[in-house]
């Protein structure tokens, strides 16, 4: 078993252009939660997918949306990306009480 | 809206210490609570998942408890290692798989 996988591990990109960060959840986990993690934060909830639908949101504006495809998989887009969007992102996924992490995509915006 | 603060921020002790990490959520009503380790600029590992209905937890040397009537979960670390330095986070969720994360404790063990 692989775990929850992420790609790409890091990721340089100018303000004002667009990322897709990408996650594969740990097998047979159908629940996937994306987060964004500031440096020397902790991690803050952007939203989750269950069932290829958005079940929960935080409070992130919608320059940040998602998707997730019939394997469970899912994809994080944002626009016109700002300095502030600078971060760790974790995709987290689950099933029954535990959630797994994977090692995170580190987006820098220059 | 839930709250979760990790006392202290940072720590330093000399390698075999016993030592006590702080968890405090200010709504008691939680499904469960999760302690994660994090190594610097890595994902998140989880460590230790208490239920609302548990009162601790432990692996090895490591031993969770949850106080939910007060709001407080605190993470005892037995005979420390340089290799348990890392942040340590805790997390609760109202039982969606949404976490809600502390800012973390950044652990040194000095050998």
């Known amino acids: 078993d692989a775990g929850v996988t992420q790609s790409p591990t890091h990721l340089i990109k100018t303000r004002g252009q667009q990322v897709t960060l990408r996650c594969s959840p740990k097998s047979g986990h159908d629940t996937v939660s994306w987060y964004q993690q500031a440096l020397g934060q902790g991690p803050q909830f952007i939203f989750q997918y269950y069932e290829e639908e958005e079940r929960q949101r935080g409070n992130f504006p919608d320059r940040f949306s998602g998707h997730q495809f019939p394997n469970y998989s899912s994809e994080l887009n944002v626009n016109a990306l700002l300095l502030g969007d600078s971060a760790l992102y974790l995709c987290?996924?689950?099933?029954?009480?535990?959630?797994?992490f994977g090692q995170g995509t580190r987006l820098t915006v220059v | 809206k839930q709250e979760v603060t990790q006392i202290p921020a940072a720590l330093s002790v000399p390698e075999g210490e016993n030592l006590v990490l702080n968890c405090s959520f200010t709504d008691s009503a939680i499904y469960n609570l999760q302690w994660f380790r994090q190594d610097p600029g890595k994902g998140l590992t989880s460590l230790l998942l208490i239920q609302s209905s548990q009162r601790e937890q432990t692996s090895g040397r490591l031993n969770a408890s949850l106080d939910k009537s007060s709001g407080r979960s605190t993470l005892y670390i037995a005979a420390s290692q340089p290799g348990d330095s890392a942040t340590y986070l805790c997390?609760?969720?109202?039982?969606?798989?949404?976490?809600?994360f502390g800012t973390g404790t950044r652990l040194k063990v000095l050998a």
């Open positions: 987290a996924s689950s099933s029954q009480e535990l959630a797994f």
């Open positions: 997390a609760v969720t109202s039982g969606t798989y949404k976490y809600i």
